[in-house]
């Protein structure tokens, strides 16, 4: 049984990060990767938040559109492909103002980074 649940943590945090070409991207240097890793997920709820607060009041559009373009840039250079397509498509949402389209947008980057933030311990683990 705790075979079976090792396993499927295990596929659940490659669905959500890509280690092997994150550590590409890092030249190999686990405790670096590993760093970058650990500051993005303590910084990603309130990237998340402000996204969200942003969006309560359209009026900037412009401005959440920017924030979520660093949020898909940063998923991409961590190999967190959920969360860079999420964040992709909020943003692609935003600059073509199909503003119909964004809540939900935003509720699917919501959930992908609460996939990639419980997936963060093991992707963790991985590089130590």
Same mark, same amino acid.
């Given at each position: 049984?705790?075979?079976?649940?090792?396993?499927?943590?295990?596929?659940?945090?490659?669905?959500?990060?890509?280690?092997?070409?994150?550590?590409?991207?890092?030249?190999?240097?686990?405790?670096?990767?590993?760093?970058?890793?650990?500051?993005?997920?303590?910084?990603?709820?309130?990237?998340?938040?402000?996204?969200?607060?942003?969006?309560?009041?359209? !009026?900037?559009?412009?401005?959440?559109?920017?924030?979520?373009?660093?949020?898909?840039?940063?998923?991409?250079?961590?190999?967190?492909? !959920?969360?860079?397509?999420?964040?992709?498509?909020?943003?692609?949402?935003? !600059?073509?103002?199909?503003?119909?389209?964004?809540?939900? !947008?935003?509720?699917?980057?919501?959930?992908?980074?609460?996939?990639?933030?419980?997936?963060?311990?093991?992707?963790?683990?991985?590089?130590?």
């Amino acid at each position: 049984m705790v075979a079976s649940a090792d396993k499927e943590h295990s596929e659940e945090t490659a669905a959500v990060f890509h280690a092997p070409s994150y550590l590409e991207r890092c030249m190999g240097d686990n405790a670096s990767a590993a760093t970058l890793l650990c500051t993005f997920g303590n910084r990603l709820p309130l990237a998340i938040s402000e996204i969200g607060e942003h969006l309560a009041d359209l !009026r900037d559009v412009g401005e959440v559109a920017k924030k979520g373009h660093t949020l898909k840039g940063n998923a991409g250079n961590l190999s967190a492909q !959920r969360l860079y397509h999420a964040a992709s498509r909020l943003e692609d949402a935003l !600059r073509s103002q199909h503003l119909t389209l964004v809540s939900s !947008r935003l509720k699917n980057l919501q959930h992908e980074a609460e996939r990639f933030l419980g997936a963060l311990p093991a992707a963790l683990d991985s590089l130590a």
